[in-house]
């Protein structure tokens, strides 16, 4: 699949459709959204024009209606969504960032554990870390 560019919220939320449920029709992402949002069929189609200039969805025609198919994996768009944020907000230095939140955010042990295991693990020697 293809490195993805950055995705906007909207954009975001129909991808998350189809990459949960992929190939879907326009109509068949639009009763999906129903739940969560008011849009009209017509801002459905909108968002998946864009998507499909961008290069970030693809759109063949079955049995006479359009489906379309996820062209970027969701992990890959995440990780280009964390780029952006770290470099928008925090000139891409991690420890600010994970700083401000830990300091606005109740953090159960159980994150607070996780976290430290993520991180002696990438501290690790058999991963090529530094060790503490």
Same mark, same amino acid.
């Given at each position: 699949?293809?490195?993805?560019?950055?995705?906007?919220? #909207?954009?975001?939320?129909?991808?998350?459709?189809?990459?949960?449920? &992929? /190939?879907?029709? &326009?109509?068949?992402?639009?009763?999906?959204?129903?739940?969560? *949002?008011?849009?009209?069929?017509?801002?459905?189609?909108?968002?998946?024009?864009?998507?499909?200039?961008?290069?970030?969805?693809?759109?063949?025609?079955?049995?006479?209606?359009?489906? +379309?198919?996820?062209?970027?994996?969701? #992990? &890959?768009?995440?990780?280009?969504?964390?780029? *952006? +944020?770290?470099?928008?907000? +925090?000139? &891409?230095?991690? #420890? /600010?960032?994970?700083?401000?939140?830990?300091?606005?955010?109740?953090?159960?042990?159980?994150?607070?554990?996780?976290?430290?295991?993520?991180?002696? #693990?990438?501290?690790?020697?058999?991963?090529?870390?530094?060790?503490?």
């Amino acid at each position: 699949m293809k490195n993805p560019p950055t995705i906007p919220d #909207a954009e975001w939320t129909v991808m998350e459709v189809l990459w949960d449920n &992929a /190939p879907l029709s &326009a109509g068949e992402i639009h009763e999906r959204l129903q739940p969560r *949002t008011t849009w009209h069929l017509k801002t459905v189609h909108t968002l998946l024009g864009r998507l499909v200039k961008k290069d970030v969805l693809r759109r063949e025609k079955v049995h006479g209606i359009y489906v +379309f198919h996820p062209q970027v994996e969701r #992990a &890959a768009c995440l990780r280009k969504a964390s780029e *952006t +944020f770290l470099q928008r907000y +925090f000139h &891409a230095n991690m #420890a /600010p960032m994970l700083a401000n939140y830990l300091e606005i955010e109740d953090v159960s042990e159980e994150e607070l554990e996780t976290l430290r295991r993520l991180l002696d #693990a990438k501290c690790s020697p058999e991963r090529g870390g530094d060790t503490p």
